[in-house]
């Protein structure tokens, strides 16, 4: 069945950088994008940025620019999420979906189950 | 960037009634909206993608419509499953943005 597998829970400090996978399965990769969005505890719906998995070409919220990177390895089937400095705030839950948009970001239809990324000192 | 505004925040509803959630644009996204449920716990899940078109899978009960900047999510009669936090989201301009989201609680 479709579905998109990610890693698990991370702990990091303040500072460090944290980096995670998103295994698909059952589909195409390269005919969707991947759409990172994240969720801090007890709050809203957060989108992060956007990869094409065919061309690799990126779009990124202006909040996140120079401190996110997302990639796709193509070959596993597998995108990434690279989030460096981390702070206290940057706790939440973090999830890849897949987009129905090829060349552009639309809408999410497979999520991932999530990757809770605790900050703490 | 573009600012979702969905109200009430709180929709207190008995099963089998009809559910209205709101969701305003500050500019224009023509019809490209989407709506989510999210449950406790679980990772959201689509419902509506070009502002009326449902998702795979997705009862008929829920509805959506609007265009430019006001929409509207409709659930026809609620169901125990539908106690929920419903979001809406543009994919008109970068970046795509979410609104707050509307808890659907049972009355």
């Known amino acids: 069945q479709v579905q998109l597998v990610q890693s698990g829970a991370e702990v990091k400090k303040p500072g460090a950088s944290v980096k995670v996978s998103c295994k698909a399965s059952?589909?195409?990769?390269?005919?969707?994008?991947i759409t990172w969005v994240r969720q801090a505890p007890g709050q809203g719906l957060e989108w992060m940025g956007w990869?094409?998995?065919?061309?690799?070409?990126?779009n990124y919220a202006q909040k996140f620019q120079g401190r996110v990177t997302m990639t796709t390895d193509t070959s596993t089937t597998t995108a990434y999420m690279e989030l460096r400095g981390l702070r206290s705030d940057d706790t939440a839950v973090y999830y890849c979906?897949?987009?129905?948009?090829?060349?552009?970001?639309?809408?999410?239809?497979?999520w991932g189950q999530g990757t809770m990324v605790t900050v703490s000192s | 960037e573009i600012v979702m505004t969905q109200s009430p925040a709180t929709l207190s509803v008995s099963p089998g009634e009809r559910a209205t959630l709101s969701c305003r644009a500050s500019?224009?996204?023509?019809?490209?909206l989407a709506w989510y449920q999210q449950k406790p716990g679980q990772a959201p899940r689509l419902l509506i993608y070009?502002?009326?078109t449902r998702a795979t899978g997705i009862p008929a009960r829920f509805s959506g419509t609007g265009s430019g900047t006001e929409f509207t999510l409709t659930i026809s009669s609620l169901q125990s499953e539908d106690f929920a936090v419903y979001y809406c989201?543009?994919?008109?301009?970068?970046?795509?943005?979410f609104g707050q989201g509307t808890k659907v609680e049972i009355k």
């Open positions: 979906a897949r987009d129905l948009g090829s060349s552009s970001s639309i809408a999410f239809d497979i």
């Open positions: 059952g589909y195409t990769f390269t005919n969707y994008g």
């Open positions: 990869i094409s998995t065919y061309k690799g070409n990126t």
């Open positions: 500019q224009s996204v023509s019809s490209n």
């Open positions: 070009g502002a009326s």
């Open positions: 989201q543009q994919y008109n301009n970068w970046p795509r943005t």
